[in-house]
């Protein structure tokens, strides 16, 4: 009850603040997702569908954004190519859901077999549709209104806020006493920070694996001594990734890694077997974790495939290395052939019927292909795919352009922590993960809204911005917003 009244007092708060400065209440709903998916947050208000605390503020916010951007003289100033491709994003995903929604054979048969209750129509439109559009709101928000450099800090210090407060229930609710070996990590993962947290831990373990890299690159723009303390921040993150157990994480945080340090920090790439080692001794279940597979004790139990005569050997099981997508990934492959064009829908996993076929003759529940790669071309085919994938191509150009772009520290910051979330969704889109936009995603949308008006900044700017040791005057890539 406490904490209720303590959450309803602050959305009271904020959505009063909103009428005098919607930009400061649009900071404080970013903040919540730090704890949108806790099981204490409310879901439904009088059985409404959708009306929750974090939606009613987000109402509120675009309210007050709508009456005040005119008063605050703001104009849509976003790059022509990334508007065409986000309204070419926004139309797959909305006949992918409609190509779903009026044939749901598949979907009920699923249900059935599964022994779940149907969903009603409202609920597929909430989760589906308004849901894949509302997530992406934050962003563009932030980029319209991300317009001197206070808002950038501002925008900037509530994503990152989200991702550390998240890292600190993970530290919370997986203390190192209880986990000694890869075993116990994974499933203590799987079981506590889905009910504690709400978030999956593998949508954790990528969401924090970018993370930890963008308060790394965004210590640039606030300098001094509390660059330390972002440095200590990014650790903490690290270190609560790690708790996860998510393997594809640890990979993801180290390609991301590689990459934002040999681009900018190569001094760096030295400190990483320290590093490393110093999660050796700190998290050693996490180690344990990564090798499960590769030795005949570690492997996964499977009493259904033992019954099929499934022989794993002596060697690596690639059944418990890759935990069932050995499986899954031909099945879906070879239906992806039957319609490499334009896919089935979305839920085309559920509505082709290998969920199903999956759990007959598997007993493995596969409710998407685990690769957000395979789920594009299965719903939209290469046509979709075609549409959507060059917008994240066109984001990670500019944010890579800004990284490297040593006039100013907010070019490191914005491109350093966009581009962190985005390479993170791209790499750990190969074992999990979707390109439908959902709770995970928002700080990316947030990421890539700031980055994008810091491009769009940078590209007002004269050459006499620019002093004769290639640095940016200060405040002078905010003087001119039209």
Not at 162 to 170: S, T
């Given at each position: 009850m406490i904490r209720l009244a303590l959450l309803w007092m602050f959305i009271g708060y904020l959505g009063i603040t909103a009428w005098k400065d919607w930009y400061r209440s649009l900071c404080g709903l970013i903040l919540l997702m730090a704890v949108i998916e806790h099981p204490d947050m409310p879901k439904s208000l009088m059985g409404i569908q959708g009306l929750n605390p974090w939606?009613?503020?987000?109402?509120?916010?675009?309210?007050?954004?709508?009456?005040?951007?005119?008063?605050?003289?703001?104009?849509?100033?976003?790059?022509?190519?990334?508007?065409?491709?986000?309204?070419?994003?926004?139309?797959?995903?909305?006949?992918?859901?409609?190509?779903?929604?009026v044939d749901l054979g598949g979907y009920e048969e699923y249900m059935l077999l599964s022994e779940q209750d149907f969903p009603t129509t409202g609920n597929l439109v909430s989760e589906h549709l308004i849901n894949a559009f509302k997530w992406v709101v934050p962003g563009l928000l932030l980029f319209d209104?991300?317009?001197?450099?206070?808002?950038?800090?501002?925008?900037?210090?509530?994503?990152?806020?989200?991702?550390?407060?998240?890292?600190?229930?993970?530290?919370?609710w997986m203390p190192l006493s209880n986990i000694t070996s890869g075993g116990e990590l994974s499933d203590r993962s799987i079981k506590i920070l889905v009910n504690e947290i709400g978030f999956h831990r593998v949508n954790l373990s990528m969401m924090l694996a970018g993370a930890s890299w963008a308060v790394f690159a965004s210590r640039e723009f606030v300098g001094g001594k509390?660059?330390?303390?972002?440095?200590?921040?990014?650790?903490?993150?690290?270190?609560?990734?790690?708790?996860?157990?998510?393997?594809?994480?640890?990979?993801?945080?180290?390609?991301?890694?590689?990459?934002?340090?040999?681009?900018?920090?190569?001094?760096?790439?030295?400190?990483?077997?320290?590093?490393l080692t110093c999660i050796f001794f700190l998290v050693p279940s996490a180690w344990e974790r990564m090798s499960q597979g590769f030795t005949p004790e570690t492997y996964g139990k499977s009493s259904r495939f033992e019954e099929m005569g499934y022989e794993r050997g002596d060697g690596t099981d690639v059944y418990t290395v890759t935990a069932g997508r050995n499986i899954a990934w031909p099945l879906v492959i070879d239906k992806i052939k039957e319609s490499p064009?334009?896919?089935?829908?979305?839920?085309?996993?559920?509505?082709?019927?290998?969920?199903?076929?999956?759990?007959?003759?598997?007993?493995?529940?596969?409710?998407?292909?685990?690769?957000?790669?395979?789920?594009?071309?299965?719903?939209?085919?290469?046509?979709?795919?075609?549409?959507?994938?060059?917008?994240?191509?066109?984001?990670?150009?500019?944010?890579?352009?800004?990284?490297?772009?040593?006039?100013?520290?907010?070019?490191?910051?914005?491109?350093?922590?966009?581009?962190?979330?985005?390479?993170?969704?791209?790499?750990?889109?190969?074992?999990?993960?979707?390109?439908?936009?959902?709770?995970?995603?928002?700080?990316?949308?947030?990421?890539?809204?700031?980055?994008?008006?810091?491009?769009?900044?940078?590209?007002?700017?004269?050459?006499?911005?620019?002093?004769?040791?290639?640095?940016?005057?200060?405040?002078?890539?905010?003087?001119?917003?039209?």
């Open positions: 939606n009613i503020l987000l109402l509120i916010v675009v309210l007050a954004w709508l009456i005040q951007r005119s008063q605050e003289g703001l104009r849509w100033d976003m790059p022509g190519k990334v508007k065409g491709l986000l309204v070419v994003y926004a139309l797959v995903i909305l006949v992918a859901f409609l190509r779903m929604i209104g991300c317009r001197n450099r206070k808002r950038l800090r501002m925008g900037l210090a509530a994503l990152l806020l989200v991702y550390f407060l998240l890292a600190v229930q993970v530290i919370k509390r660059t330390l303390w972002l440095m200590l921040a990014s650790f903490i993150i690290f270190f609560a990734q790690m708790l996860t157990g998510g393997r594809m994480g640890y990979v993801t945080w180290a390609i991301v890694g590689f990459v934002l340090l040999w681009n900018h920090w190569r001094r760096y790439l030295l400190f990483v077997p320290v590093l064009l334009i896919g089935y829908g979305m839920e085309a996993m559920v509505q082709t019927g290998l969920t199903g076929y999956m759990l007959t003759v598997y007993s493995e529940l596969f409710a998407h292909p685990h690769n957000a790669y395979l789920q594009l071309l299965l719903d939209n085919g290469v046509i979709g795919a075609l549409c959507i994938l060059p917008f994240y191509m066109l984001v990670l150009k500019y944010s890579y352009s800004l990284f490297k772009d040593n006039s100013s520290p907010e070019f490191i910051a914005a491109g350093g922590c966009c581009l962190a979330l985005v390479l993170a969704l791209m790499v750990a889109s190969i074992g999990s993960q979707t390109f439908y936009p959902r709770e995970g995603a928002v700080g990316m949308w947030c990421a890539i809204g700031l980055m994008l008006r810091v491009h769009v900044q940078r590209s007002r700017l004269s050459t006499e911005a620019i002093d004769s040791k290639g640095k940016l005057a200060d405040d002078s890539l905010w003087k001119r917003t039209e």
